[in-house]
Structure formats: C-alpha cells, structure tokens
C-alpha cells in the first residue's frame, strides 16, 4: 500500500481485546490520531519505536470520538508533554458516560483537561492542513479528519471498509450517521482510514465502498 511521506500506520489487529488504529504524522507537528485504551498504549509505543519514534515524540494527540477505545490514551500523552484535543461535545459526553465508562473500562472515569477543541473547519499543523469534519452517528461530538493534499481521509468510526459504526451505544443515532455518511462522499478520498479493521487504498475503490454501504445500510435515498 502507498502511503503519504510520513505516515505512519499502527493497525490494531489482536481478536482477544478491543482497541482502535492509531496513525502517526511526521510532519512539522508531529501528531497522532486516536491513541487507543490506556492500558494497551505499551502496544503502540512498541510498534512506534521500531519507526523510530517514542510516545514523548508526539506534539499533537487528536480523537475522532469520545469512546474509551480511541481517546482513553490521551490523558498519558498529555502527562508525557503532548496538546490533547477533541470535539466539544465528545468532552460534554465523556462527563455524562461516567455510569458507561466503568462499565466498559473497568476503572473510574477520568477528566479529560483538553487543550483546545477541533470544529468543523481547517486544522492547521505547521505546513500541513487537516480539515476537521463533524460527523455525529456513532457517537456525539465524532470528527473526521481529512488530509486533502494527500487523498487521506480518517473517518474514525463513522465508515469503515464495507461497515459503518455501530448506532446502539449511548448517543447513537442513525440518521445522523447516514447525513455524516453523504457528508464524506462528495471528498477526494484515495486512502481510506478508519478507526477499525483495513484500510482502503484507490480513488474508485473508496467511492465504491462508500455507496455499498450507504445502499446496504441506509438505502438509495439516504
């Protein structure tokens, strides 16, 4: 697979335990999208340093969304130095998910002392520009990132290769998810990368992909 000049690629790939891909950008800000459960980061420090790269490297720590296993790993990345950032209605759900959160993490639920907030609209790094997509469904205060200059779109857990993400967790909502779907179709995508599963690589693959699923799951007329 062809990637964009410094980006890097950590797939979460285990079946036992459930955590996100995480994706690294060399750039000017170096920055990374969706650090994954607390407890499993050793995992990515791991697959980081055989790049080169420690967790302390990371100037910039984003997530797509505020479930535990895409944004729990920003508060070491915040002690390690890091700018920890999120949708301002991913943080107003984390503080209502305190019930859920136990549940699913088996521990207390932490504050998370963001450092600014991402909204629809450019997100500057140095040279590079994201643009910062809202896109709620899966959950409140979900963003993607869209890396126009490069073709790379990371749709979190809003679209993944011939899936979307699930709508039956707190704050999901299935027509939100199928007006956030048609929102990222109109994009010049060439590389596909979700929070879960494979990535997807080709202009004409990932357009493909996006009207299978918007036919399977939402029908025609979504």
């Not at 607390?38 to 055989?50: I, K």
């Not at 720590?61 to 296993?69: E, F, K």
């Not at 967790?169 to 956030?180: D, E, F, K, T």
């Amino acid at each position: 697979m062809s990637l964009p000049e410094r980006l890097y690629v950590y797939p979460w790939e285990s079946y036992t335990e459930n955590n996100c891909n995480s994706y690294f950008l060399d750039g000017p800000v170096k920055t990374l999208i969706d650090p994954g459960h607390a407890h499993l980061l050793h995992h990515l420090e791991a697959r980081m340093a055989q790049d080169g790269f420690t967790l302390e490297d990371v100037q910039l720590a984003l997530s797509t969304h505020p479930h535990p296993d895409h944004c729990e790993g920003l508060l070491k990345l915040k002690e390690l130095g890091a700018l920890i950032a999120m949708h301002e209605e991913a943080q107003a759900f984390i503080k209502s998910f305190s019930t859920q959160w136990e549940h699913v993490t088996g521990r207390k639920m932490p504050e998370f002392p963001v450092d600014f907030f991402v909204k629809e609209g450019r997100l500057t790094l140095g040279s590079e520009v994201f643009h910062v997509l809202e896109t709620p469904g899966h959950a409140p205060g979900s963003v993607c990132f869209y890396w126009e200059k490069e073709g790379v779109l990371f749709s979190g857990d809003v679209v993944f290769v011939q899936s979307v993400g699930r709508v039956d967790l707190p704050g999901g909502n299935a027509a939100l998810l199928a007006r956030s779907l048609e929102k990222l179709m109109g994009l010049d995508v060439r590389l596909l990368c979700p929070g879960h599963g494979p990535m997807l690589e080709g202009r004409g693959a990932v357009k493909e992909n996006f009207y299978l699923i918007r036919q399977y799951f939402f029908g025609p007329q979504a």
